[in-house]
């Protein structure tokens, strides 16, 4: 499967404990994209790296959310310190060229009890 | 304000029936527009892109149309089957930063 995979797929963690997703992209893609989507409604755009540099931010992303692409390769999202309203799907995305296809992986479904 | 508006919010139909989906957008420069399947707890795939000189798309039983004077764009399923219960997204990408504005989708249950 050459696809975009994501891990874990489920995650349930205590209020006020730290996570941390993987991203796996298409091995040629050069762009990484981070979502976060709720239940009934579209993604909405966290992050995403050109490569290893992490090229521009949401406002969403608080300062407890920190991304990482080190290699260019895969990429990390961690969330500090969790909190209730950061119960989602996280999804990733990757595509070959600015503009194009983006392709996502099966997401990873947070739940903050 | 960049904007993507879908109706209906929900739908339901029988299988075999056909319907069709609608998506209004305000955003500006306007690059392409795409509709995305998404099943529930899975990742959006996408169904069709269109550019700005494309009026009409297919991908099987799925038909996408553009009116990029008005600003609309559809998509109609034809002869419905169970497997196309899911939320259909509409998203548009701007030409300026290739920024997507994703709509909030249309939640489709097809009843057997």
């Given amino acids: 499967d050459t ?4 891990d874990p797929r489920h995650k349930i963690t205590k209020r006020g404990q730290n996570v941390t997703f993987r991203c796996d992209p298409i091995s040629e893609h050069n762009r ?3 979502y976060r989507q709720t239940l009934g409604q579209g993604p909405e755009f966290l992050t995403y790296f050109q490569n290893e540099a992490q090229l521009e931010k949401s406002r969403l992303l608080s300062d407890r959310f920190s991304a990482e692409r080190p290699k260019g ?3 990390t999202l961690e969330i500090q310190r ?8 996280y999804l990733c995305a990757s595509s070959l060229i600015p503009g194009y296809e983006q392709y996502f ?4 479904r947070l739940t903050v009890t | 304000k960049n904007q993507v508006e879908q109706s209906p919010q929900s739908l339901i139909i029988l299988e075999g029936k056909n319907c069709t989906l609608q ?3 305000t955003v500006s420069p306007f690059s392409n527009l795409r509709w995305y399947k998404q099943d529930t707890g899975r990742g959006p795939v996408s169904l069709t892109i269109m550019t700005f000189s494309e009026n009409t798309k297919s991908n099987g039983r799925y038909t996408a149309t553009l009116d990029a004077d008005t600003k609309q764009s559809s998509l109609h399923i034809t002869a419905s089957q169970l497997s196309d ?3 259909y997204i509409c998203v548009v990408i701007r030409d300026s930063n290739y920024q997507l504005i994703w709509g909030a989708g249309t939640k489709l ?4």
């Fill in chain 2, 109 to 112: 249950i097809i009843k057997p």
């Fill in chain 1, 105 to 108: 992986g099966p997401g990873t």
């Fill in chain 2, 23 to 25: 998506c209004n957008y």
């Fill in chain 1, 82 to 89: 969790t909190e209730q309203g950061d119960s989602a799907m």
């Fill in chain 2, 85 to 87: 219960s899911a939320s």
């Fill in chain 1, 73 to 75: 390769s895969f990429s």
């Fill in chain 1, 3 to 6: 696809g975009v995979s994501q």
């Fill in chain 1, 32 to 34: 990484l994209y981070w």
